[in-house]
């Protein structure tokens, strides 16, 4: 049974100046990992809090058909990133409006978001 493709859209932790990336780039490849125990395709969209992200996520969504969204914490937790989490949703619904939206907790339950969405 497949499930359809999911994008995985969140802050890139290596591009965030002054922070230990680690822990959060090991979660994500956690994360990542349970899309391959569910034997489900999954990209990774990982963005710069900059001007540059609305173009990247938009090559994204236009990339492949995708039957899921899903858009991490570091997006819509942390106020200053308010605006750009907006654009996300509606960036999503413009270019993917097939795909179905979903928010993770931790970079870790991404595939269980994107499952709560695409089980039959």
């Known amino acids: 049974m497949t499930l359809?493709?999911?994008l995985v859209i969140g802050v890139d932790p290596?591009?965030?100046p002054g922070w230990d990336p680690a822990p959060t780039v090991a979660a994500i490849a956690r994360?990542?990992?349970r899309f391959d125990e569910h034997g489900m395709e999954a990209d990774l969209c990982l963005v710069a809090?900059?001007?540059?992200?609305?173009?990247?996520?938009?090559?994204?969504l236009t990339r492949r058909t995708?039957?899921?969204v899903v858009v991490g914490g570091g997006l819509r937790k942390h106020p200053p990133l308010l605006e750009l989490f907006e654009k996300v949703v509606n960036l999503v619904r413009q270019h993917a409006p097939?795909?179905?939206i979903a928010f993770n907790s931790s970079p870790e339950?991404?595939?269980d978001a994107a499952l709560r969405w695409l089980r039959p």
Do not use: W
């Open 98 to 100: 097939g795909a179905a």
């Open 109 to 111: 339950d991404t595939a």
């Open 49 to 60: 809090p900059d001007e540059a992200a609305e173009g990247v996520i938009v090559e994204a």
């Open 14 to 16: 290596v591009r965030i």
């Open 31 to 33: 994360g990542q990992a």
């Open 66 to 68: 995708y039957a899921c």
């Open 4 to 6: 359809g493709r999911v």
